[in-house]
């Protein structure tokens, strides 16, 4: 049976060569860039909880550092390191192996060095901890939202939140469909390289993993501002737009959680740079809303400006 040291030495041990020390020593050394801050963010994953046992490790090794990678897009931030806090019931060196694969072709995919964590036995849990660097006068945060920014989406959200409904016999997809809305629930793609480019573009983000609606109040509350979304506007992926079930897709655009797309606004006069910036990322940029004078609340309109009922904003843990 391998002990803790054997499966931190063989796969948590790489070379690290953004950092000044690495794993191995009791704490790593890092040195930010001349104008830069760190931006930190940490996220956990408890099976049971975020994942249900007998989740493919490779996968679980992307989804938990794509999570937090997701954080430092929404922050505007680049990706520099991770650490990896891990819980395993046994030192099963097949899973730890799989696990780390996913991890690292993450990781490597966006330049980030893992260079440091903790190692014990217990329930699986996962607890990664991100940290990247922005100029502290550009960071993308959620209190800056003013009345008259457009609302923007990436991508499109409910693709993750309909592959779970799959998942749990509430809905029923098949071929592409069902492989697409899995694979953006299992492997989500932090948005790294947008959160970067919104730099001076965007007044305030946040990434969607509770749910639009759910995210977009937290960006309303932190601004004390008010929005209206068209819901006319949103982007409606294949997968739910081939969907018999309009309630079910509705929930999962609004409230839908797990898809790791940003929410951004800006000012209007931004608006050809962002379609620009959509183009040349081959991202889809949508603009779903806009922000105004009020308390902190969003209203759904149609594309009669009538008001849409809203039975759900997004997920809760203890609600
Ligand atoms: P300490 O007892 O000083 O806390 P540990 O014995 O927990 O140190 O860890 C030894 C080294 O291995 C440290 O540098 C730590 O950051 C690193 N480490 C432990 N577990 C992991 C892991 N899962 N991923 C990456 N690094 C790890
Ligand atoms: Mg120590």
Same mark, same amino acid.
């Given at each position: 049976?391998?002990?803790?040291f054997d %499966?931190?030495?063989?796969?948590f041990?790489?070379?690290? $060569? ?17 104008g830069m ?6 996220d956990?994953l408890?099976?049971g ?11 679980l090794?992307h989804?938990?550092?794509?999570v937090n ?9 680049d990706a520099?390191?991770?650490? %990896? ?6 030192a ?17 995919? +966006? ?5 440091g ?5 217990g !329930?699986?849990?996962?607890?990664v ?5 922005? $100029?502290?006068?550009l960071?993308?945060r ?25 998942v ?6 098949n ?9 953006? %629930?299992?492997? !989500? ?11 001076g ?17 937290h ?5 004390g ?17 081939a969907?018999?079930? @309009? ?13 790791y ?6 000012? $209007?006069? +931004?608006?050809?740079?962002?379609a620009?910036?959509s183009?040349?990322?081959g991202?889809?940029?949508?603009a779903?809303?806009t ?14 400006? @009538?008001?849409?009922?809203v039975?759900?904003?997004g997920f809760? +843990?203890?609600?």
């Amino acid at each position: 049976m391998a002990s803790e040291f054997d %499966l931190i030495g063989r796969y948590f041990s790489r070379s690290a $060569p953004s950092a000044l020390l690495g794993v191995g020593d009791d704490g790593a050394l890092l040195q930010p860039r001349t104008g830069m801050s760190l931006a930190v963010s940490t996220d956990m994953l408890l099976e049971g909880r975020h994942f249900l046992p007998g989740t493919d490790p490779a996968k679980l090794g992307h989804k938990a550092l794509a999570v937090n990678l997701s954080d430092l897009a929404a922050m505007g931030a680049d990706a520099r390191w991770a650490l %990896l806090a891990i819980a395993l019931p046994e030192a099963n060196e097949a899973w730890v192996a799989s696990f780390a694969k996913g991890f690292f072709a993450l990781a490597d995919l +966006h330049g980030v060095d893992l260079v440091g964590g903790d190692t014990t036995r217990g !329930p699986l849990a996962i607890t990664v901890t991100v940290l990247g660097e922005v $100029p502290p006068e550009l960071a993308l945060r959620r209190d800056g939202a003013l009345a008259g920014d457009d609302i923007w989406l990436s991508g499109a959200t409910g693709e993750a939140a309909l592959g779970l409904a799959h998942v749990q016999g509430r809905a029923r997809l098949n071929g592409e469909h069902l492989v697409q809305c899995v694979a953006r %629930l299992d492997t !989500p793609q932090p948005r790294l390289e947008l959160g970067g480019r919104l730099r001076g573009i965007a007044r305030s983000a946040i990434d969607v993993s509770d749910g639009l609606l759910a995210d977009l109040m937290h960006i309303l509350q932190a601004s004390g501002v008010a929005a209206e979304v068209r819901i006319d506007h949103l982007p409606v992926a294949a997968a739910l737009a081939a969907c018999g079930d @309009a309630k079910l897709v509705r929930d999962c655009l609004l409230a839908g959680g797990d898809d790791y797309e940003l929410v951004f606004t800006a000012p $209007p006069h +931004h608006h050809a740079e962002i379609a620009a910036l959509s183009a040349e990322l081959g991202l889809a940029l949508t603009a779903i809303g806009t922000v105004m004078p009020g308390e902190p609340a969003v209203v759904v309109r149609d594309a009669s400006g @009538a008001e849409v009922p809203v039975a759900r904003h997004g997920f809760d +843990h203890f609600s």
